[in-house]
T-cell receptor, first 114, second 115 residues
Framework: GAGVSQTPSNKVTEKGKYVELRCDPISGHTALYWYRQSLGQGPEFLIYFQGTGAADDSGLPNDRFFAVRPEGSVSTLKIQRTERGDSAVYLC????????????FGPGTRLTVT | AQSVTQPDIHITVSEGASLELRCNYSYGATPYLFWYVQSPGQGLQLLLKYFSGDTLVQGIKGFEAEFKRSQSSFNLRKPSVHWSDAAEYFCAVGASQYNTDKLIFGTGTRLQVFP
C-alpha cells in the first residue's frame, strides 16, 4: 500500500520568504508527526497531531512555524519569514493511534534557505 | 528530560564481521525503545522496537537488540554484516509522557562496510 508521501521533495527559497510543506499520511492513520533533521543530526520532534488537533506542539522552535491538519488527514507545515537556520530535511510520520505504535516516515522535504 | 546518546558517530566494519551499535537513554519511566535505519535518499525504516517483556528483541534484516535497564542501554547487534547494511542508524526513545508518543532520537551512527 501507499506509504507516507511528502511534497515537494526539495524546496529552495530566499531568506524572508514563506513556505508550505505538505504531508500525506497513510490512510487510516490518525496520528501525524513532524520532525526536522539538520545535517549530521537525528530527527528532532516538532509537532504531533491527534486527528485534527495539535496535541503537542512543544517542539516548534518559534512562532514562525505553524502546522495544520484541517480534515484529520493531510497536514501542512508552514514557515514564515524563513531564515538560513531553517534549512533542514523536514520529515513527516504517521501511525495508528495507540501508545507505542510504529511511526512510518515519509522521504522528507529538503528545505534550503538562501 | 529524556535523551538518547549514541557514542559512536562512525563505525567501519568488514563484510561478514559482527556489529554492535551502542545506545544509551535517559528516561524516568519504562521506555519504549526503537532502532531506525536511514539509507541515502531513503526515509527512516524501523528495524525493531522494545516495549516490554523479553529484553532481547529480534528485528528485520537479521538485527537484534538487547534492553538492559541497569545500564540504560539498548544496543543493536548483527552477527554478520552485509555490504547493504551500510547506512545511518538511529536509536530513539518514545516519550510517552502526555501520550504524545513523540520520538527522541540520538545523533546517529554511520556504518560503513568494507568488502
Amino acid at each position: 500500500g501507499a506509504g507516507v508521501s511528502q511534497t515537494p521533495s526539495n524546496k529552495v527559497t530566499e531568506k524572508g520568504k514563506y513556505v508550505e510543506l505538505r504531508c500525506d499520511p497513510i490512510s487510516g492513520h490518525t496520528a501525524l508527526y513532524w520532525y526536522r533533521q539538520s545535517l549530521g543530526q537525528g530527527p528532532e520532534f516538532l509537532i504531533y497531531f491527534q486527528g485534527t488537533g495539535a496535541a503537542d506542539d512543544s517542539g516548534l522552535p518559534n512562532d514562525r512555524f505553524f502546522a495544520v491538519r484541517p480534515e484529520g488527514s493531510v497536514s501542512t507545515l508552514k514557515i514564515q519569514r524563513t531564515e538560513r537556520g531553517d534549512s533542514a530535511v523536514y520529515l513527516c510520520a504517521s501511525s495508528l493511534l495507540s501508545q507505542g505504535a510504529e511511526q512510518y516516515f515519509g522521504p522528507g522535504t529538503r528545505l534550503t534557505v538562501t | 528530560a529524556q535523551s538518547v546518546t549514541q557514542p559512536d558517530i562512525h563505525i567501519t566494519v568488514s563484510e561478514g564481521a559482527s556489529l554492535e551499535l551502542r545506545c544509551n537513554y535517559s528516561y524516568g519511566a519504562t521506555p519504549y525503545l526503537f532502532w531506525y535505519v536511514q539509507s541515502p535518499g531513503q526515509g527512516l525504516q524501523l528495524l525493531l522496537k522494545y516495549f516490554s517483556g523479553d529484553t532481547l528483541v529480534q528485528g528485520i534484516k537479521g538485527f537484534e537488540a538487547e534492553f538492559k535497564r541497569s545500564q540504560s542501554s539498548f544496543n543493536l547487534r548483527k552477527p554478520s554484516v552485509h555490504w547493504s547494511d551500510a547506512a545511518e542508524y538511529f536509536c530513539a526513545v518514545g516519550a510517552s509522557q502526555y501520550n504524545t508518543d513523540k520520538l527522541i532520537f540520538g545523533t546517529g551512527t554511520r556504518l560503513q562496510v568494507f568488502p
